[in-house]
């Protein structure tokens, strides 16, 4: 089955960086797209990129021009690199697998990684 493990999170001091890993597994022509999201306390979770198979990316407007997403098809994993990182970036981070119309079943979760961000 599909299965999606995040890691990389951590605590950093405001203006650090820190980088997330999503290693997606169980999936064959179905793993298109992946998304990062992200929930903290408090908050509705929200949108924080995506990128499709061929490495086309985008980005919330809250974290564009501090985050990068990439991906290593090959092995199947996904990373946001995170820089200039605020205070409000703390929450608990997550990928995702997203519906198409080849596979509308596609959508898994991971169970997150927390990233703390210091004044």
């Known amino acids: 089955q599909v299965q999606l493990v995040e890691s990389g999170g951590g605590s950093v001091q405001a203006g650090g960086s820190l980088k997330l890993s999503c290693v997606v597994s169980?999936?064959?022509?179905?793993?298109?797209?992946v998304k990062w999201y992200r929930k903290a306390p408090g908050k509705e979770r929200e949108f924080v990129s995506s990128?499709?198979?061929?490495?086309?990316?985008t980005y919330a407007d809250s974290v564009k021009g501090r985050f990068t997403t990439s991906q290593d098809n090959a092995n199947d994993t996904v990373y946001l690199q995170m820089n200039s990182l605020r205070p409000d970036d703390t929450a608990k981070y997550y990928c995702?697998?997203?519906?198409?119309?080849?596979?509308?079943?596609?959508?898994?979760w991971g169970r997150g990684t927390q990233v703390t961000v210091s004044s």
């Open positions: 995702k697998t997203d519906p198409s119309r080849k596979c509308p079943w596609n959508n898994f």
């Open positions: 169980g999936m064959t022509d179905c793993r298109d797209v």
């Open positions: 990128i499709n198979r061929d490495g086309i990316a």
